[in-house]
């Protein structure tokens, strides 16, 4: 079914208000009655051209108001008591798991490879610093390997690559032989596997407040409990995290600790190995995501948590997705012996193997060195963008905004009073060009306040600047009219 | 730790036996204590030169005899109880999950690659006939789009590759369009998310009695009962599914009904249309494994169960893992359309997407029709394998075995006596020069007799009369000295 709803775009009222609203009206003048099914959120953002993110919002206000019914497996319907002025129906599990940050996160892959816009939603690498000549050399010569590439492979991972990879975690400080590692289909196939491995529905699982969205979205599709820990400049804060872990009894900890995604901050030495203190404290586990470390600008990254853990206590993940291209898929994973097994048989269960193909160029691309030529070549180009992104920031956005310093990866993080207007900045934003990632997807839980995740690693630097002097723009003309922006306690609903 | 174990080679008791008798030995001994950790179960069998089905069946043994306990994430250890002669310990939750054919999966994967032996045990195409050259060909032309193919991509699946797949599908006689499709890494990982999507901890799940070793693990490792329902030469038997499903209440069932893994079965059209029916009746989703459909060597497959679903009860899943290659990890899943933004969501959790440069090469060699070129080239190859896998049973397999005869795709299933020793049948196998697959693994339950899994895809047709010549040889000897064959109820203990 479609539904007839009429968006006006210039008006002040939100669109996801304007959805919601115009759906309440029709189920109150009785022409969506009880029981009828509404189209899903992709096929009502399709018909009304506005992004996943706002139809899941409006549903998500109608179901809390108790005018929409959501069922796993079947759809969301009109409630039954929606005719009648009745109270909010409970929250439902599987409502919950609706209304995940899945869509959003889909929207920023796709955003990702838009054509017409700038993103600066994506924390990804800039696809067009690709090492394009040296990478399809190797695959290229994966040509006379012709047969031992169309099989499955073994199950750990093509042995070359795992021998390649012992050597790359080396140079991060990790000792590791070729047995103990497990090839991934990247760092989320490492948080997916580790977390069936390690929790089991209902379980609490502690992250940093803000975190990378995919976590919680696993976690929540998971039926885990994420628990947001405060950070502060230097990272996780050890202090929350001890009193929580007190409380929580989590089964383990999510943690970038190397240019955090998307605080881009980065933890000392001291605050690691207080970090691995605590954990065998409150004995909980660590899945340390390292994905961004050799994204370093200002000096190299302290050692992984990994390098410092002598009572195995960590899993370690990272991937090639930022330091050379997501599209290649492929990650590794480090885990106490202990789990090793486990995960291998979750891996089965989950996909079976990575492309071999694919296993065997990366093999052969890190064997030449060509992680290490790239990087050189890629560092200053980063480091530049860096740079500009805090430049720009610090001449165009307009005092109440605040925002993290970066010394490596690909984000900051900014940070608006509570009642900013942040749909609509994104709204405006995209109308201007560009995209942006609003923050409170990467919220276990809300902070008070109000976010947006701003990427620089795909942008030239004027890009960059054009970008935060529109959006500098925006924001003080949104400061300067306080009936938008303090409007009804904030006009984007939490997800969750 | 490592375990002082000999092994005799040329004793009568199986090798799991000796493992686990001297194990028990050593704890009644006292040599290992209460709380002791035993090596892991990959360790062992590197250790002693075995496979991890061997060490895994000694570790089960053990368990259920009450000497060790497993405890998730931290390994087995000798039971606390051990030492005196306790009742056997309840069976743990974490304990079943353990002892799941996951390490047999990652044996059969590796035995496929084994390049001293000769693998009946995978089910898998012939790597010698993978068409390099056409393949090769679509990915060098992805070189112009290298800055496309470093991206994530669309959450969904690269839109060629859906466009692509939407007129493969059509070919089967199934109508979707690109947005309808999703596309995953396999048929492994479409059972995966649709088990995910489906079923919670505790459901029960039909499948055909035998089926698919890898959704037996999945199932398993998710915390879902597999109910074996029992076939004959049509495959899956409508009246004992009927029976059952009232019963059982499944959440769904998963079918291959087109040439069947292990069995080679088809299910006629008349036959189809009924299981749809039933399904309707008793209101269970059915899960269509379609991956064998196109390898038909006597006449086309009827059409698959999603062309007939009329009510949204079908979820659709095939892979290019069979038709063409498993090193590209490449499949598509058709779902009714209520279940498809769930669908995606668990895909985003578990990997996000697939390698866009794989999507696009296999995108471009569809639309060249490669894969209809490949499959004319190869059907006559495999149908004379299969002829020649059939006169060699015929010739040289003594009376009291029976097998399946495949008018489709890889394999074919022995039956064999109860008592029949089938370790030591794989065993004098393997010292021959071959790998088969122990009919034990495909099993929801055990079935009272004793199977082999012979997958002929791979072979030339002279080795298959030589394989079969030699598995000849060794049953009609086992059958001469009746003491080994009907030794203590079986020597391979099922391994669930």
Same mark, same amino acid.
């Given at each position: ?88 129906? @409970?929250?439902?599990?599987?409502? +919950? ?20 816009? !700038? ?121 929350? +995290?001890?009193?929580?872990? @007190? ?59 990994? @390098?410092?853990?002598? !009572? ?106 509570? !009642?900013?207007? +942040? ?27 109000? !976010? ?11 890009? +960059? ?27 984007? @609903?939490?997800?969750?």
């Amino acid at each position: 079914m479609s539904l007839s709803i009429v968006l006006d775009r210039s008006a002040r009222a939100p669109i996801y208000q304007q959805v919601a609203g115009q759906i309440r009206e029709q189920i109150g003048m009785g022409q969506l009655p009880a029981g009828a099914r509404l189209p899903t959120i992709r096929q009502l953002a399709q018909q009304l051209g506005v992004t996943r993110l706002t139809v899941q919002t409006a549903y998500a206000e109608l179901q809390s108001g108790g005018w929409l019914e959501a069922t796993v497996g079947r759809g969301t319907f009109v409630s039954q008591s929606a005719a009648v002025d009745a109270p909010p129906a @409970a929250a439902h599990l599987d409502l +919950l798991r609706a209304v995940t940050p899945a869509a959003v996160m889909g929207d920023i892959l796709q955003i990702g490879h838009g054509r017409e816009k !700038h993103s600066l939603a994506s924390a990804s690498p800039d696809p067009l610093l690709f090492p394009a000549d040296e990478f399809w050399g190797c695959l290229a010569d994966q040509r006379r390997n012709a047969a031992a590439i169309a099989g499955y492979g073994p199950a750990q991972g093509d042995i070359q690559l795992r021998m390649a990879l012992a050597d790359y975690l080396h140079d991060r400080t990790i000792q590791a032989t070729p047995a103990e590692i497990l090839v991934t289909a990247g760092v989320t196939q490492g948080l997916a596997l580790s977390a069936a491995a390690l929790a089991e529905p209902g379980d609490v699982v502690l992250v940093e407040q803000p975190t990378y969205i995919g976590i919680l979205h696993q976690l929540r599709m998971a039926g885990l409990q994420p628990m947001g820990i405060p950070m502060d400049e230097g990272g996780i804060r050890l202090d929350a +995290l001890d009193k929580m872990a @007190a409380q929580a009894r989590p089964r383990f900890l999510y943690t970038i600790p190397s240019f955090q995604n998307p605080t881009g901050s980065c933890l000392s030495l001291q605050r690691r190995r207080d970090l691995l203190a605590l954990a065998r404290t409150h004995g909980f586990l660590i899945v340390e995501d390292d994905i961004y470390a050799l994204l370093a600008y200002d000096a190299p990254a302290p050692p992984p948590l990994k @390098a410092l853990d002598e !009572h195995g206590l960590v899993i370690y993940l990272s991937s090639f997705s930022k330091v050379l291209m997501p599209g290649l898929r492929l990650g590794c994973l480090l885990a106490p012996p202990y789990l090793l097994d486990r995960l291998l048989s979750l891996r089965l269960a989950a996909d079976l193997v990575s492309p071999s193909l694919l296993q065997q160029t990366l093999a052969a691309f890190l064997q030449a060195g060509g992680l290490r030529r790239h990087l050189r070549r890629v560092l200053p180009v980063y480091r530049r963008r860096r740079d500009a992104m805090m430049a720009a920031l610090q001449r165009y956005a307009p005092p109440p905004l605040r925002w993290t310093v970066p010394a490596g990866g690909f984000c900051t993080w900014l940070t608006m009073p509570r !009642h900013h207007a +942040l749909a609509e900045l994104a709204r405006l934003m995209r109308q201007g060009g560009w995209e942006i990632a609003p923050g409170d997807v990467f919220l276990a839980q809300p902070s008070g306040e109000q !976010h947006v995740r701003l990427c620089f690693g795909s942008q030239p630097d004027d890009a +960059l600047a054009r970008s935060m002097r529109t959006m500098g723009q925006i924001v003080r003309e949104q400061l300067a009219q306080p009936d938008i922006a303090l409007q009804d306690g904030g006009d984007f @609903a939490p997800l969750v």
